[in-house]
């Protein structure tokens, strides 16, 4: 059947325009009986008291590599459903063939489904990562079929390499389609909980929306890791977005070299270009990491200016430009803005807030910001600067690193080990400042 993902019309065949909503390209396929009648009678369930549930005692497996054991929380949980996602070329493969090249090394069994690559390509690449020979391949991508061999003998870790490749014969839409993946995921996470296989899926983000990318997957696993970072750059964030297992927004830093991803264990300095930016110490998952935070302003010629962001969300920073019109009394409608934060990271914490500040009214008013200061505070619409979360860790971090002044939010108090406090209550008093 094909069912309306809106309005729940049911039709034998697809169509392009449901006839119950008039919506485009909302009906889906769904497998005869997948949605059970709700009606009364049959089957009773049962109920458990908190107390007689059994303790889920998992052992973690542990990769070897630290920076992905961290950001899966501590290393792999046996019958998990882990779904890697990145941009096409950014290292999935990569990782996970050298993840399993270190669990097979501790003696577990790893099977790698290459639906992306040929054996003998994915040979090349194991040899170059130093994968052991024994990792055993299933070069098909019918996946019942593969779950079936499996079934008999399973494998304490499965990769399916990627979701968008293999296919379920009994649905007859194309590999990659929603419910292909969809389906295939499903068939996977109820595998693994029975078969007790940890099961990595790899997921490539397509750029237009998404329709059958690794977003329609992320309420049914248990863990959602995405690359960030820039390809044409050596260095890869992997985050953990989802995690029902460890803490979320953990990222690992990885370096892309000859021999595959090299875990960078102590990041922080990697991200400040010395391009004289603003430094923000950011926090990510329980990492602190300083991040350098750029801005041009330029005049404009545009009726509607420009205002490009990477790394930082393009809607709080038409926030922030408007908040310093308002209160600073400076122009920015009539300049192009480009904000950059270096190295790829992308940030989406409001303590970066009066990084971003300071880095715009330098531009600006082409000042330079004071040397060896970081900015970390919340502005809020009023132009109030606002405390944030583990500011302590952050300034700590930022020490470690040789920076000597700090502005923050009024109200932090200093602590021994930390920089100088410049402290502020309002987004004005940046302008103090700058020289
Ligand atoms: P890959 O893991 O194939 O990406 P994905 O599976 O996410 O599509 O990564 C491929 C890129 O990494 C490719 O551009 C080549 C590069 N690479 C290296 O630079 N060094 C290496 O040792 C390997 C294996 C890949
Ligand atoms: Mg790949």
């Known amino acids: 059947m094909y069912l309306c993902q809106v309005c729940g019309y049911r039709a034998v065949k697809w169509l392009g325009r449901c006839p119950g909503c008039g ?30 549930v059994e303790r889920a005692e998992f052992r973690r497996y542990s990769s070897g590599i630290g920076e992905f054991d961290r950001v899966l929380g501590g290393g792999l949980v046996p019958a998990s459903l882990v779904l ?20 097979l090394r501790g003696g577990l069994r790893v099977v790698y489904l290459a639906g992306e690559e040929s054996p003998a390509q994915v040979r090349l690449r194991a040899e170059r990562v130093a994968v052991p020979g024994d990792l055993e391949l299933a070069a098909e991508t019918d996946l019942a079929a593969v779950l079936e061999t499996l079934g008999e003998n399973p494998p304490q870790v499965l990769i399916v390499d990627s979701i968008q490749t293999v296919y379920l014969p009994d649905l007859s839409s194309a590999p990659g389609s929603v419910s292909q993946v969809r389906e295939a995921a499903a068939r996977l996470l109820r595998w693994a909980k029975e078969k007790g296989t940890a099961v990595f899926v790899v997921g490539h983000v397509t750029k237009e929306g998404a329709l059958a990318g690794p977003r329609v997957l992320e309420h049914l696993v248990d863990v959602v890791l995405y690359f960030e970072g820039d390809r044409s750059g050596p260095y890869r964030i992997l985050r953990a977005v989802k995690n029902r297992f460890g803490p979320v927004d953990e990222i690992g830093v990885f370096e892309m070299g000859e021999r595959g991803l090299s875990p960078v264990a102590n990041p922080s300095a990697f991200f400040l270009s010395g391009g004289g930016g603003a430094v923000f110490p ?17 005049k404009s010629y545009l009726a509607a200016p420009r205002r490009t962001c990477v790394g930082f969300d393009p809607w709080r920073l038409s926030m922030l430009l408007a908040i310093l019109e308002k209160h600073l009394g400076i122009s920015f409608y009539d300049r192009d803005v480009f904000l950059n934060v270096a190295g790829g990271l992308k940030i989406r914490e409001p303590a970066a807030d009066l990084a971003v500040c300071a880095a715009l009214l330098a531009s600006r008013l082409e000042k330079t910001l004071p040397p060896e200061t970081v900015f970390c505070g919340e502005v809020g619409l009023s132009g109030e600067v606002r405390r944030v979360m583990g500011l302590s860790v952050r300034l700590k971090e930022a020490a470690r690193l040789g920076f000597r002044r700090a502005v923050v ?27």
């Open 23 to 52: 919506g485009w390209d909302t009906l889906v396929e769904e497998p005869e009986g997948s949605r059970r009648s709700r009606g009364g009678g049959g089957r009773r369930a049962s109920l458990l008291r908190l107390a007689e």
């Open 84 to 103: 890697i996602g990145g941009d096409p070329g950014i290292g999935k493969s990569t990782l996970l063939l050298q993840a399993a090249g270190e669990y």
């Open 282 to 298: 950011a926090l990510e998952g329980t990492r602190p990491l300083l991040v350098e935070i750029q801005a041009l302003v330029v």
């Open 409 to 435: 939010p009024s109200g932090t108090s200093p602590e021994p080990g930390l920089p100088d406090l410049v402290t502020l209550s309002r987004v004005e008093a940046l302008l103090e400042d700058l020289s």
